[in-house]
């Protein structure tokens, strides 16, 4: 057990032990009350002198005072382990406590990190058509667009971009990287006529910086 001074702090092996004691006490406790139910069902507050005063001659007095001692000797040992048993079991919660507070901190941070190294988006889809050469290639809605082929954030200037390299990469896989959950997804995506309307079958917009 730890003190307030500050020794080691309380471990699950700690609690284990001062429940295994609690469990020895309450066993103990049991086995004199059933002492004394045996010594014609005295309990710990029955007269141990018969009507005229004399000690009972029906029962063993010596055993029974002797049981009903140590019943209240354990008894209070009970109770003051229960209150280190409550005390233990605080400080394993509030250290777990403390424990997934850092824990969530650590993984905030890296978190951050992770979004500060990835690289910056220009635009966004907003729809995926379902059977699309888009959807096929694996683009989803709210992906952001970080490169389309040559299109990057350094050279886009409209969605015209996009457009034209589309059309000139009909049939041909393009190279598309995108973050998607905080996290960058490369994709191959080939223009290409198809059921629907355009080459893509995606609308993409420009995200506003």
Same mark, same amino acid.
């Given at each position: 057990?730890?003190?307030?001074?500050?020794?080691?702090?309380?471990?699950?092996?700690? $609690?284990?032990?001062?429940? /295994? /004691? #609690?469990?020895?006490?309450?066993?103990?406790?049991?086995?004199?009350?059933?002492?004394?139910?045996?010594?014609?069902?005295?309990?710990?507050? &029955?007269?141990? $002198?018969?009507?005229?005063?004399?000690?009972?001659?029906?029962?063993?007095?010596?055993?029974?005072?002797?049981? /009903?001692?140590?019943? @209240?000797?354990?008894?209070?040992?009970?109770?003051? !382990?229960?209150?280190?048993?409550?005390?233990?079991?605080?400080?394993?919660?509030?250290?777990? #406590?403390? #424990?997934?507070? #850092?824990? &969530?901190?650590?993984?905030?941070?890296? @978190?951050?990190?992770?979004?500060?190294?990835?690289?910056?988006?220009?635009?966004? $889809?907003?729809?995926?058509?379902?059977?699309?050469?888009?959807?096929?290639?694996?683009?989803?809605?709210?992906? &952001?667009?970080?490169?389309?082929?040559?299109?990057? $954030?350094?050279?886009?200037?409209?969605?015209?971009?996009? @457009?034209?390299?589309?059309?000139?990469? &009909?049939?041909?896989? !393009?190279?598309?990287?995108?973050?998607?959950?905080?996290?960058?997804?490369?994709?191959?995506?080939?223009?290409?006529?198809? @059921?629907?309307?355009?080459? !893509?079958?995606?609308?993409?917009?420009? !995200?506003?910086?």
């Amino acid at each position: 057990m730890a003190d307030p001074g500050g020794a080691r702090p309380v471990t699950v092996s700690d $609690v284990q032990r001062l429940v /295994r /004691r #609690k469990d020895e006490l309450e066993a103990q406790i049991k086995a004199y009350y059933e002492l004394l139910d045996g010594q014609k069902g005295v309990g710990m507050t &029955e007269p141990l $002198v018969d009507a005229e005063g004399f000690p009972r001659a029906d029962i063993d007095l010596y055993q029974v005072r002797t049981a /009903r001692h140590n019943i @209240a000797c354990l008894q209070n040992d009970h109770k003051a !382990l229960m209150k280190q048993v409550e005390e233990a079991l605080h400080q394993l919660h509030a250290r777990e #406590k403390e #424990k997934q507070a #850092k824990d &969530e901190a650590e993984a905030r941070a890296e @978190a951050m990190s992770q979004d500060q190294n990835l690289p910056q988006a220009f635009a966004r $889809v907003n729809t995926v058509t379902p059977g699309s050469p888009a959807s096929i290639s694996g683009l989803q809605v709210d992906d &952001e667009i970080v490169e389309f082929g040559s299109v990057n $954030v350094k050279n886009f200037q409209s969605l015209q971009n996009i @457009a034209t390299v589309v059309q000139h990469s &009909e049939g041909r896989p !393009l190279s598309v990287t995108v973050i998607r959950g905080g996290k960058k997804v490369h994709l191959g995506l080939t223009p290409k006529r198809w @059921a629907g309307r355009g080459l !893509l079958g995606c609308n993409i917009v420009p !995200l506003q910086r």
